[in-house]
């Protein structure tokens, strides 16, 4: 049945391509008329080398996919005027319109009519509509060329065209031809700058120009000379400097392809009515800083309460909600400063991280006081929000664990607590749901239940017992967060309890580069269920079953009538007896007991862990449109460091396994440390190549001889060996034989091409590379250890494809995975043997896995 809806659903498939396919592509291209097929350009007889070029002819082919137009053909399916088609057809066949009104209702025959209009227009929306070719768009497409090469140097760039007939009717084709001829380049810097002010802050920075002599005439560097000047006179005072006053001009004229530039920057322009007069620019400074900080309170009748603090002016209108530190702390700019944009800028950005002001203005007006016109007053002008914000929802669930589940979820945010800005945020959420299988032990119909309860507190500063701020500076955005956070699962999995706390500090030292240092991580996890482990893991479970029914275990010690091992008495009976060589099994079958039993008390043992982390990233995305951009983190974390050293001290003696205990639960002690490297290059028209690559290892040492479960690496699943499901991958070559494959070790590798296909719809295929490896733990399966270079041939290979919708403020994915390379497998069957719709993994996610 199953290979009968596929076949039916690929025959569909093919069925529509074939409709689209058999459509005319020229079926709206009216008489006389050409559909461009092809559009090419040569520059100095060769193809140019810049992608960019292709994209700037106006006049470009209809989209394809796999060489079909299938947009064009979608727009094809369309009726150039349905709606007076329906009436006119209502209109001249007044029987037939009686019939269908006698089989439906008027109402509805109209409804059907515009259903028809509105799917007609839909067709239109998502078709493409055919690529003419005209003359006027062609002059424009050489404009374009040749106003590209002349912003590059290339001033006397000429550019021809021919239009080149198909052998198919109606159809051509057009040929630029580009001919650049010998580039400008710069002959000197000259300048015309009327204010003596800015010409003595020119004098300062004019070696660090951008523009050097002898090199080629490039538009980008005289408008990135001219933001860098505009940048610098406005951070020294420039106030009224505008980026539209500073020009720059070329002369050409009988050079010998030499260009003299000329920096032109006349006075200040003043219009009043309807005139105007220029003055020079002056060099202003700051007199005094105003700080209003419940401006929605001013009004005429109410008088300000006043007061001074260092040298800042507060006026407050209402009751004292601040201390004076956090408004003043917030403000870069002092009394007596020079202007500067760059503390305007940092003033906005960090009165907007405190997250208890909207809207924050800051206004610049002359000082009456100063005869000179130089002085200027500062008001920071600022807006509180409300103090308590409460949110709530209420969802329902489905999952493999779930028939039906509902939560609810509930978050209260106090602002400025402490009146220093911080804010306190608590957070709960509960679901409680109805099991898919009756193995609880309880007959109530709602028996899973999932509680957390988390608590964050945040000061817009470091919460240290001395001052840092000569390393790390107010500007760098300083912040501490420290947390607190329960968890708790009943007949779900293991009856998990968890409790969590973590003192985390954050900054950020330029734009693009930011740190996080959590000082403490403490994470409690006890499993109140341990005895339900193989009912929980059953590829582990049935590997200890066919074990028992291997060696003819009948006993009702072990097993059940229908000769399985009981959960939990006959399992925990056949390991400890089946390794003390009690049920004749051999060494072979020992080692694999042994192993099921390592895991069992792994993923079912208590963990305590308290660690320390250190991150550091380097970001220079400016924005969730930004297509190309770089990401790189570092983070390195150290665990049981402390407690060794307090029990060590303490006495703590080691028990029979070489290991301590504190608070009854042995504590975990490992290294980690993680890279991940983001690339993405936008190549034309939001076509895009992204690529990813991450290496992992924690490495236990000390109390410990693995990594906790919640602490190692797993691969698969949507965000990154998309063939595979989530923990399906690895270790090694071993297959995935357990429910939840995990180690200490992971390599990824991870190439994207991501293209438009219509509208929203975007397309992308994909090659996914990685694995990962036990390496210096407990793990002693060859097939799962990495212990030389040769174990990368075990790095897994998926490739697929992926439709994405772009909603804008995020991004539905569908990416289907095929195994391209199984490691699991034989070696003469790894390559290609799995790489069929049926062993595909479809994989739903929200936005891009990198």
């Not at 520059?43 to 292709?54: I, Q």
């Not at 051509?172 to 001829?181: D, K, N, Q």
């Not at 479970?541 to 959960?567: E, F, H, K, R, W």
Request: glycine share 6%; hydrophobic share 35%; proline share 4%.
């Amino acid at each position: 049945m199953e290979k009968t809806a596929l076949h039916a659903k690929i025959g569909l498939f093919i069925l529509l391509i074939i409709l689209l396919v058999s459509c005319s592509a020229i079926k709206r291209v009216p008489d006389g008329r050409q559909l461009l097929v092809k559009s090419t350009i040569l520059v100095d007889s060769m193809a140019p080398k810049d992608p960019r070029v292709p994209t700037l002819p106006i006049l470009q082919p209809n989209q394809r996919l796999l060489t079909i137009p299938l947009r064009l053909h979608i727009y094809n399916l369309a009726r150039p005027n349905r709606d007076s088609m329906y009436l006119k057809w209502m209109q001249e066949h007044p029987e037939g319109l009686k019939r269908r009104n006698a089989i439906l209702s008027e109402k509805q025959t109209i409804g059907l009519g515009q259903s028809l209009v509105d799917f007609n227009n839909w067709l239109k929306r998502t078709g493409e509509t055919p690529t003419l070719i005209e003359e006027t768009a062609i002059e424009k497409s050489k404009e374009r060329l040749k106003a590209f090469y002349w912003s590059q140097g290339w001033f006397n760039t000429e550019v021809d065209h021919k239009i080149t007939d198909s052998k198919r009717a109606k159809r051509a084709g057009i040929e630029y031809y580009v001919t650049r001829h010998q580039p400008y380049k710069i002959d000197s810097l000259r300048t015309q700058i009327t204010t003596p002010v800015i010409d003595s802050l020119y004098q300062l920075v004019k070696a660090g120009s951008i523009l050097k002599k002898e090199e080629q005439y490039f538009t980008p560097n005289i408008n990135t000379e001219r933001d860098r000047l505009n940048s610098y006179f406005r951070n020294h005072g420039a106030f009224h400097m505008e980026k539209e006053n500073i020009r720059f001009e070329g002369d050409t004229v009988n050079t010998g392809h030499k260009a003299t530039i000329t920096l032109i920057i006349k006075d200040r322009e003043i219009k009043e009515g309807d005139s105007s007069f220029t003055v020079p620019y002056k060099i202003h400074k700051i007199s005094e800083v105003n700080i209003i900080p419940d401006y929605q309170n001013v009004s005429g009748s109410k008088e300000a309460d006043t007061l001074k603090y260092e040298d800042y002016n507060i006026f407050r209108y209402g009751k004292r909600k601040y201390r004076k530190s956090t408004l003043t702390d917030a403000i870069f700019f002092h009394k007596g400063d020079v202007y500067r944009d760059i503390d305007r800028d940092r003033t906005y950005k960090r009165i907007t991280e405190l997250q208890s002001f909207s809207y924050p203005t800051i206004k610049y007006v002359e000082d009456p006081r100063d005869s000179t016109g130089t002085d200027l007053i500062a008001n920071v002008l600022l807006t509180s929000k409300k103090k308590f914000e409460f949110t709530y929802g209420v969802e329902t669930t489905h999952s493999n664990i779930q028939a039906i589940g509902v939560g609810l979820n509930t978050s209260l945010l106090i602002r400025n607590l402490f009146r220093g800005s911080e804010l306190l945020d608590i957070s709960f959420r509960g679901n409680i749901g109805a099991s898919t299988n009756a193995a609880t032990r309880n007959s109530r119909f709602f028996d899973l239940q999932e509680l957390g309860a988390d608590a964050r507190l945040s000061f817009p500063r470091l919460f240290l017992p001395f001052d840092v701020n000569h390393l790390i500076p107010k500007y760098m955005s300083p912040s501490s967060n420290l947390s607190v956070g329960y968890f708790s699962q009943i007949n779900i999995g293991l009856d998990k309890q968890s409790l969590n706390s973590a003192l985390t500090y954050n900054w950020r030292q330029t734009p693009t580069k930011s740190t996080r240092l959590d000082l403490i991580n403490a994470q409690y996890v006890r499993n109140l269920d341990p005895g339900n482990f193989f009912n929980v893991y059953r590829s582990s479970y049935g590997s200890v079953n066919d074990l028992a029914n291997d060696l003819n275990i009948n006993d009702p010690t072990y097993v059940n009538t229908s000769g399985n091992l009981t959960v939990p008495d006959g399992t925990n009976a056949f390991i400890t007896d089946a390794i003390a060589g009690n049920l004749g099994a051999n060494d072979e079958q020992r080692e694999i007991i042994r192993n099921i039993r390592e895991r069992r008390n792994r993923l079912s043992q208590n963990n305590l862990i308290i660690s320390s982390s250190y991150s550091w990233t380097r970001n220079n995305r400016e924005g969730i449109y930004d297509d190309e951009f770089s990401r790189f983190n570092m983070r390195i974390e150290a665990a049981g460091n402390v407690l060794s050293g307090v029990s060590s001290l303490a006495g703590i003696n080691k028990n029979d396994a070489n290991t301590r205990r504190v608070f009854g639960v042995e504590y975990s002690q490992y290294v980690k440390t993680e890279i991940d490297y983001v690339k993405h290059w936008q190549l034309f028209n939001k076509h895009v190549f992204a690529i990813r690559a991450f290496g992992g290892i924690a490495i236990p040492y000390g109390n410990s001889n693995n990594i906790p479960f919640i602490r190692s690496f797993f691969a698969g699943g949507p965000n990154d060996n998309r063939a595979w499901q989530a923990y399906e991958l690895g270790p090694g070559k071993t297959g995935g034989l357990n429910d939840f494959n995990e180690a200490n070790m992971k390599l990824a590798f991870n190439a994207e091409y991501r293209f438009p296909i219509s509208g929203a719809f975007k397309g992308a295929v994909f090659a996914d590379v990685g694995n990962i490896y036990n390496v210096l733990d407990s793990e002693d399966d060859p097939d799962a250890i990495f212990d030389s270079i040769r174990d990368l041939e075990y790095l897994a290979l998926g490739t697929g494809i992926g439709l994405r919708y772009d909603f804008g403020f995020f991004v539905l994915r569908f990416d289907m995975g095929f195994k391209t390379y199984n490691p699991a497998l034989e070696e003469n069957r790894r390559w290609l043997k799995e790489f069929k719709i049926s062993r595909s993994v479809l994989n739903v996610g929200i936005n891009y896995p990198f």
